[in-house]
């Protein structure tokens, strides 16, 4: 080891770091950590070939991620037991991806029987993801995976409609090409619905009035959530604790647990929720979607493809950084001024883009 020379030294070590970068990640690795590092710091030929991972685990079962945290998730399983299940760096490897909400995952038990592993993941129908370029390999981007729809929650007063917020939300959902339920809660506190959110409920594919106060809209609510699994968002006090105890029944019960265990106020209730509706379909709720609001984008990436502003995703402005504000040439412009582009969505896109600038 002192012999070697300097630059073998160098990559020894940057591969006891990758090692050491994976372990932090959150990520075990199957085999004991002396054994892995002896592993990696061997040349790629060299290696020993590792088993699939599948054939490590006698037993396997089928699951359904109810919720992700750094180092393990909790699977529901088909027997209906509830388990928490580590991952292996060799399954986020192989899928590319960590597991998300609302994923199915095979899960196999360690020899001893006493630890769950996630040994693999099923092929997603849709993903709910953050706008944005992918920065990094295996990062947990997919926010909730085998989704039917996106609903926000917003209140029509006590908080004010927060259009920057309903925005990102809108924009998140055609990027991931789903469908978009607007659920304008509180209705019992205004009479008549202001223009600028008229508008706005024209981009979404559905808008629901709702009353959790006086039990509104409910029956109407659970028609649009009958058999689908939806992704409920909405910022604190709009109303969604009060939406989803009338949804359902038993859901006051998980939320007054958390309360108290953590002490830390309603929100984190339905945090990491996949709550079964009783007609039939689920709501998911976590942190992490409600953080989908924020992304990663830059002015540029934003300009280029907001949805619907270019045919088939042709950016034809005459600018190559064309903001669509009042540059010559315009393309975006030109489809408003034709009334292809609304000016709801128009203005949508211009309150995104003041939020990144
Ligand atoms: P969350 O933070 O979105 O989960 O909101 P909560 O369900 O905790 O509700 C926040 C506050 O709004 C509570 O005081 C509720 O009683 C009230 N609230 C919820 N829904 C309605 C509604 O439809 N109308 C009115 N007037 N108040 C409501
Ligand atoms: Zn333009």
Known sequence: MIDAPKAKRRQWRK??????????SGVLDHLPLKERWSREGKPEAKRKKLKPLTENFEQKEKGLVLSVHRRSCQVRLQSGKEIKAFYLAKSVDEAKEFPAVGDFALVGK???????????????????????????????LVQ??????VAIVMSLENPSFNFGFADRFLLATNFNGLPFILILN??????????????FIELADNTI??????DTGIEELKEKLRDRISV?????????????NLLVPNASLNVAEV????????????????????????VIDTPGIRALGIMDLTTDELARCFPGFFESDIFDCK?????????????????????????????????ILGGLG
């Open 15 to 24: 591969k006891r770091g990758d090692a050491m970068q994976q372990m932090q």
């Open 110 to 140: 360690s020899e001893s029987g006493s630890e769950n592993f996630i040994i693999g993941l099923e092929p997603r129908k849709s993903v709910l993801t953050r706008p944005g370029p992918r920065t990094r390999e295996n990062q947990a």
């Open 144 to 149: 909730a995976a085998n989704i039917d729809q």
């Open 186 to 199: 509180k209705c019992d506190l205004m009479k008549k619905i202001p223009t600028e959110i008229q508008e």
């Open 209 to 214: 009035l709702t009353s959790a106060e006086q």
């Open 232 to 244: 409920f968002s909405g910022q604190s006090g709009v109303g969604k604790s009060s939406l989803i």
């Open 259 to 282: 309360r108290k265990k953590d002490g830390k106020g309603r929100h984190t209730t339905v945090a990491s929720a996949y709550l079964n509706l009783p007609q039939g379909g689920a």
């Open 319 to 351: 600018f190559k950084d064309c903001k669509h504000q009042s540059e010559p040439d315009c393309a975006v412009l030109r489809r408003i001024d034709e009334g292809l582009i609304s000016e709801a969505r128009y203005r949508s896109y211009l309150r």
